[in-house]
């Protein structure tokens, strides 16, 4: 039973590793809070869902979907972030929260206010033994977020690219003297996180069968705390986080119960770590 859980849990950590990366990487290099990423979330879960539809491939459902948010995040960049990057940093935020709001509205009354079944047949079937069941959607969700982190790693620690991005995310001005392009570095940073979005997106669909115009608000709020707890802007960090607030969340509920919703327990569980380390779990280096 306890393998059962810590499973269960470790699917939802994945997702939420996902969730929250791509606002990671952008507080990363930008320091502002992208709330629109998590309406990202919601446009890969439709986009996945109406390419299942047309196609019943699911791979090409994956990869269109993440290739058109992925586009929808640059657009944002070049369009929304790069104007008012020289503003106060409440101008971002503020820009962020209409975008996410209009974003929810749009889906609304493109795809209409009602919750969508998502069932995706996929080419693997489930993994049973006596003790412990593990149906082919924890098993994509579990190989794709591992696969998908491996990349960012690699990208980060051996490519120019990830050069760039790290150069930036310690001193923005001075890697922008030593000749680094910054317009380039933020627009690829932006294209990975809305694609990172995109993927939790459909994959929560298909975990939960259901696809609706709302449901990038709980991620929205959770992601705030994953950044938070894995100290700001560290990729790492807020893998380590969502893992363990998944966790957290689903041993509390499957032995303790709750008198709070099981999604306000990542603010208990801020609140407490934060008293105990004010820089979350991994500061992010300087």
């Known amino acids: 039973m306890i393998v059962q859980q810590l499973l269960n849990g470790l699917v939802i950590g994945s997702v939420y590793a996902l969730t929250a990366m791509g ?12 709330l629109a990423n998590a309406g990202a979330y919601a446009i890969g879960a439709y986009a996945g869902l ?6 019943g491939n699911i791979l090409l459902s994956f990869a269109g979907a993440i290739a058109l948010t992925g586009f929808f995040g640059f657009v944002v960049q070049r369009y929304l972030y790069i104007p008012v990057l020289d503003r106060p940093p409440i101008v971002p935020l503020i820009a962020s929260i209409g975008l996410f709001i209009f974003i929810q509205d749009l889906l609304r009354l493109v795809a209409g206010p009602r919750i969508r079944e998502f069932q ?5 079937g489930a993994i049973k033994t006596e003790t412990l069941t593990i149906n082919p959607t924890w098993i994509l969700i579990i190989v ?5 982190l491996a990349f960012l790693w ?4 051996y490519t120019k690219i990830g050069l760039a991005w790290r150069a930036t995310a310690q001193d923005l001005e ?3 003297a030593m000749g680094v392009n ?3 570095v933020v627009a690829y940073n932006f294209l990975l996180g809305y694609a990172f979005a ?18 990038g608000d709980v991620p929205a709020y959770k992601m705030l705390a994953l950044i938070v707890l894995g100290g700001l802007g560290n990729p790492v960090g807020t893998v380590a986080a969502a893992v363990m607030i998944g966790l957290i969340e689903t041993l509390i509920a499957g032995y303790i119960g709750f008198f709070l919703p099981r999604d306000a327990i990542a603010f208990v569980a801020l609140i407490i770590i934060l008293l105990i380390k004010p820089e979350g779990l991994m500061s992010r280096k300087a």
Do not use: C
């Open 144 to 148: 794709l977020t591992a696969a998908l």
């Open 154 to 157: 690699y990208l980060l620690a």
């Open 198 to 215: 995109a993927t939790a997106g459909i994959m929560v669909g298909m975990l939960y069968n259901s696809v609706f115009p709302t449901m």
């Open 182 to 184: 910054i317009n380039q």
């Open 23 to 34: 606002a990671t990487l952008v507080y990363g290099i930008l320091r502002i809070l992208d």
């Open 174 to 176: 001075i890697a922008k």
């Open 120 to 124: 995706a047949s996929l080419p693997f």
């Open 50 to 55: 109406f390419l299942y539809l047309s196609t």
